[in-house]
């Protein structure tokens, strides 16, 4: 099955941070987000050992690397989630590895976007309230919000389906919602675990068509985690962790 | 493995790491206390219900022999009171035990260990906690015992021996809940087993239907025609139909309360204007009958405190009858007030273990949501809104459908002797706090769990 591509994102969907601009993955574009030797320990387990990773504004990154490499921790590290033992994590300049958790939390909240393997959806809500609550938590009115959602949902190829409750949906169409709820509040970056591990061959390919291609017009970077080369394909840039380090760009 | 070992220890051991005394009640222990609270009251119910056949069946003077048979009518109509909540309870304890079992369903699936065997495995640790409550709550019976024999009913307080139940029952306590609480593990677990995505996979549950409403006005109309009627009739069947149709009203506000707080539910869920408000509408609206279990407790025992308020004015109006009517007058009231605090106590530790199992249910989905940017606070006011919309509107429905039942029955003892009301809405409103206190008891449950940053499924 294919997706229509997705149109450009509705042109409000950004407001209720600062539209991010469309820039080209240039090579040298200024860094959106800068890590410069993360390290995450673990008890005995050093996680990772002196990391240094720098995401151009829209472009993707695969993150790769057997299990146990550490590829979730450095994803965990850069959206806030983790605060790193040493090294700095730099956001459009401003320094947020230091960050208090309550800190942290609103950053998640206001400049990031999630799209987790499976699950992260509220069961008991509607897919457009689902998506339409990202916004509200940043203060959108009730009625603009849902609006704003059905757009995103419609944007996903999922019209039709608004009122569908995430157990009522296929596991493509429900990583779709989480794109749409991942994006409506207009993020710098989005980041997504294995996004597509609970999928087939087939409908992970859609969802990571629809991730790349939506992110990249909302003026979103991507930071992926994924060991499957097909997934990693879609990004403009891969990396490869090992132990703790990053062996290959 | 790292996930689920922490998820089946780690929120534990982070919960009592954060101190406080709230912060020990972990759901093992919490399902234990809530056992073993079911036991203690339980056994005191079949106590008081003893001594009172005792004192029908051997009165030791007059105006026992007079009373003795009413009070064992009032008392199962006690007994016909708690045993909801009770039944409730108990049946919440075990599937809180399921909760924290099916965090750990996935570690004993990559042990190799088979549905059949985690369902037997749940069975027994269920049934282990079903025994330790069972051991705590005879202690606790025990215990309450000095306690019942300081109140005095026909102007005489029991003596323990009148209200000891007798070894053999003890006994037979100690096999019946552990073997109950397995039962209603492995009914709870089976579901878990069969659908493994359980939760997530929920769809739109069908409306509840409006024909309960009904059933109630008709209990509440048949009541209150037969409550006319005595008027001018006299005799003890008019009192046992009465009863009977007391224990009618009772079972329909049970089948009236999650269609009620169904349609409470749709209302907030039109008019939510923040997240919170929302998603604890969506909360309702999808498990009524789960939010009814929690405050059925509550519910009834608002029910009876509309019963209660309007006792002093019976006691009042019926000051210069004989001793007899005067003595009864009295242990309604304190029947009654013993009555509610059971209730109450009980409702409160459903509260607590039902929002504990919640958490532990909801795991996973609270964690995401968490790493997503969602702040604590706002699980925290859904916790509250999906606890306190329905405890309102129960008790006070009920308070209310109470009061009107009675009023045909005592007329003016209610206008004349407003301490009643006010019994009741203190009765209400400290009942309500408790069910809210209980409710907190999970605020570190919460915490722990969001702690976790590896929420990949099993
Ligand atoms: N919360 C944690 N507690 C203990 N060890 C952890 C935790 N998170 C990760 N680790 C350890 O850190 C290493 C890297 O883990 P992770 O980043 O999840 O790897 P990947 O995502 O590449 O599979 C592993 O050895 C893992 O066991
Ligand atoms: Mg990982």
């Given at each position: ?35 410069r030797g993360l390290v995450k320990t673990f008890g005995t387990t050093t996680a990772l050992a ?146 597509t591990g609970a999928l087939d061959q087939t409908t992970g390919a859609d969802v990571m068509r ?40 | ?458």
């Amino acid at each position: 099955m294919s997706v229509p591509l997705p149109p450009p994102p509705p042109p409000a969907a950004a407001s209720a941070t600062a539209p991010a601009a469309v820039v080209p993955p240039a090579a040298h574009a200024a860094a959106r987000l800068s890590a410069r030797g993360l390290v995450k320990t673990f008890g005995t387990t050093t996680a990772l050992a002196g990391v240094d990773v720098d995401l151009a504004a829209g472009e993707s990154l695969a993150v790769m690397g057997p299990s146990g490499s550490g590829k979730s921790t450095l994803l965990h590290c850069l959206a806030g989630i983790l605060p790193p033992d040493a090294g700095t994590i730099a956001l459009e300049g401003r320094e947020i590895g230091r960050l208090s958790d309550r800190e942290r939390t609103l950053l998640r909240r206001e400049r990031y976007g999630f799209v987790f393997q499976f699950g992260q959806l509220l069961p008991e809500l509607p897919a457009e309230e689902n998506v339409a609550l990202a916004s509200m938590l940043l203060g959108t009115p009730r009625a603009r919000a849902l609006d704003l959602a059905r757009q995103w949902l419609a944007a996903l190829g999922l019209a039709g389906m608004e009122r569908r409750r995430p157990g009522e949906l296929s596991g493509g169409q429900a990583q779709r919602v989480a794109v749409a709820r991942a994006l409506i509040t207009g993020p710098d970056v989005v980041f997504a675990d294995e996004p597509t591990g609970a999928l087939d061959q087939t409908t992970g390919a859609d969802v990571m068509r629809v991730l790349t291609e939506t992110t990249r017009a909302a003026g979103a970077s991507l930071v992926l985690v994924t060991h499957d080369e097909n997934v990693a394909s879609w990004c403009s840039r891969r990396i490869e962790v090992r132990d703790g380090r990053v062996v290959g760009a | 493995m790292r996930t689920v070992l922490a998820l089946a220890g780690g929120p534990l051991r982070a919960a009592r790491a954060s101190g406080g005394a709230g912060a020990r009640l972990t759901p093992g222990a919490l399902a234990v206390i809530a056992f073993a609270v079911t036991t203690a009251f339980a056994l005191s119910v079949v106590g008081g219900l003893r001594g009172f056949e005792g004192r029908a069946a051997d009165p030791t003077s007059d105006v026992m022999a007079d009373l003795a048979p009413t009070y064992v009518t009032l008392a199962w109509i006690a007994v016909v009171l708690l045993i909801v909540p009770l039944v409730s309870l108990g049946a919440g304890a075990a599937r809180l035990g399921v909760a924290r079992r099916d965090a750990r369903l996935s570690t004993l699936r990559l042990l190799g260990v088979t549905g059949p065997q985690t369902v037997a495995l749940t069975a027994l640790e269920t049934a282990q906690q079903g025994l330790v409550g069972a051991a705590i709550g005879l202690a606790g019976y025990g215990a309450l015992l000095p306690v019942w024999t300081r109140i005095p009913f026909m102007g005489q307080p029991f003596t323990a021996g009148e209200i000891w139940v007798g070894v053999p029952v003890l006994a037979a306590t100690l096999v019946v809940v552990p073997l109950v609480a397995a039962v209603s593990a492995t009914v709870s677990l089976r579901r878990v087993v069969v659908t493994p995505l359980g939760v997530a996979r929920r769809t739109t549950p069908p409306a509840l239907r409006w024909v309960r409403v009904l059933g109630v006005v008709g209990a509440v109309g048949a009541f209150t025609v037969v409550a006319k009627v005595q008027l001018g009739f006299e005799g003890a069947v008019v009192t046992v139909i009465l009863l009977g149709l007391l224990g009618l009203v009772l079972g329909t506000i049970n089948l009236l309360g999650p269609w009620t707080i169904s349609l409470l539910a749709r209302v907030m869920v039109r008019r939510a204007t923040t997240p919170a408000r929302l998603l604890a509408g969506r909360r309702l609206l999808d498990d009524p009958k789960a939010a009814w279990r929690v405050v059925a407790g509550l519910g009834l025992a608002g029910f009876v405190a509309g019963i209660v308020s309007v006792l002093p004015g019976l006691a009042a109006a019926t000051g210069d009858g004989d001793t007899a009517d005067r003595l009864l007058a009295q242990d309604l009231v304190t029947g009654g007030i013993l009555t509610l605090a059971i209730a109450f106590a009980v409702a409160a530790a459903s509260a607590g273990i039902a929002q504990a199992a919640s958490v532990l249910d909801r795991r996973q989905e609270y964690a995401l949501q968490h790493l997503a940017g969602v702040p604590v606070e706002l699980f925290d006011e859904v916790r509250r809104r999906v606890v306190v919309a329905p405890l309102a509107l129960v008790a006070g429905t009920s308070a209310a459908v109470a009061l009107v039942v009675l009023l045909p029955l005592f007329g003016m003892a209610l206008v004349t002797a407003p301490q009643g009301l006010l019994l009741l809405a203190g009765c209400l409103l400290g009942g309500g706090l408790l069910v809210v206190a209980a409710t907190e008891t999970s605020r570190p449950l919460m915490r722990a769990v969001l702690r976790e940053t590896d929420v990949r499924p099993g």
